[in-house]
């Protein structure tokens, strides 16, 4: 429409006399040809651009890779990309305002997919092409986004170099009991919670006590005792290569990411769920995606009970699928975050405090870590 539109405007001209006026509207007709073929070009470019899915790195993307990615390429017909990202709200929110995001099905951490859901940057769940929400725990379900995995956050150390290895985050504090560095995550959240266990307040109380002035400063002071042992680490592959390289005696950790390392290279990392805290990721497809249907659709197939119940067989991850949990056989699920016994003494991320305090806090993090 608008090529017939430009070319009828350059026909009128040629009946005038005013050459000026006939160049100028001409020069206008190329102009909106050349913007209308580049608009055209953009639209087609993004409609093309093969269906593109991030999550965590590592063996946890190595896994999803052989389980998700590759056999819903193969019923798609077509390239699947994936990627991997380290996490952080401002990174999602840029690239849908940037226009038609070059991601689409994205896994998300809980106030991620909180604070996303509130400002609209995600597209809204088709729970129909999931079977409907009952079949979910009741943290996997929400309006914008399906729960992929449920993980825990806690310590790891080398059994073949501590024998007799830590209880608790007291000890991972202990550098005389256990000489050497330690890997902690870098960010407020986690690090805080971990700091107040190490300094006596039971597992139960954690945010009780973070959520009073008092109990920031706590947890800061603790933090001060242990800063100049910490070697900080993003992605969550990056504590496996501390503890393997023997830069750190121990590191908090993603607990299946100590499974898989320990299956697939023989490592004898323990982990120690007292302590830990619990979330659930879950799957997003960023607002204005391109693929936004292929992206529901891959959404759908990744959590299949039959599908999601082979994830523990490579990495130590709980299912929000309720089906899938019991699919799973018993020398697998004993290592799973949601094993009770793995969940005792363990506590359940609270997300609502965090979407409330993330930028706060992270600002005194990082103003502490630049000191």
Known sequence: MLFLRTTSTTAMVSN??????????????????????????????????????????????????????????????????DESWDGGYGVLQAKVKAGVPNWD?????????????????????????????????????SDCGVGAIVWSTGMAFDGDKIKDGPKTWADFWDTKKFPGKRGLRKGAKYTLEFALMADGVSAADVYKVLKTKEGVERAFKKLDALKPDIVWWEAGAQ?????????????????????????????????????????????????????????MNFIAFASQAE???????????????????????????????????????????DVGFWTDNSEELSKRFNAWLAR
């Open 16 to 81: 005038t006399t005013d050459r000026r006026a006939r160049g100028a509207v001409a020069t206008v007709s190329k102009t909106a040809l050349v913007a209308a073929a580049a608009l055209l070009g953009v639209i087609a470019s993004a409609q093309a651009r093969d269906l593109t899915v991030v999550s965590w790195g590592g063996n946890y993307q190595d896994a999803q890779r052989k389980i998700y990615f590759q056999p819903f390429a193969a019923k798609l017909g077509a390239t699947v990309l």
């Open 307 to 349: 599908n999601q119940a082979k994830l523990p067989e490579y990495i130590a991850y709980g299912l929000p699928n309720i089906a899938a949990a019991k699919l799973v056989p018993e020398k697998y699920a004993a290592e799973l975050p949601t094993t009770p016994d793995n969940l005792k003494q363990a506590i359940a991320l």
């Open 239 to 295: 504590p496996l290569q501390l503890l393997s390289s023997g830069q750190v005696a121990m590191t908090s950790v993603y607990n299946g990411r100590i499974t898989a390392i320990n299956r697939t290279e023989g490592k004898h990392f323990g982990f120690v769920f007292p302590g830990s805290i619990y979330a659930v990721d879950s799957w997003v497809v960023l607002k204005g995606s391109p693929n936004k249907d292929a992206a």
């Open 105 to 141: 099905a994205v896994q998300v951490e809980a106030e991620e997919l909180e604070l996303g859901c509130s400002d609209g940057i995600y597209e809204k769940i088709d729970w129909s092409k999931l079977g409907g929400k009952d079949g979910f725990i009741p943290a996997g379900v």
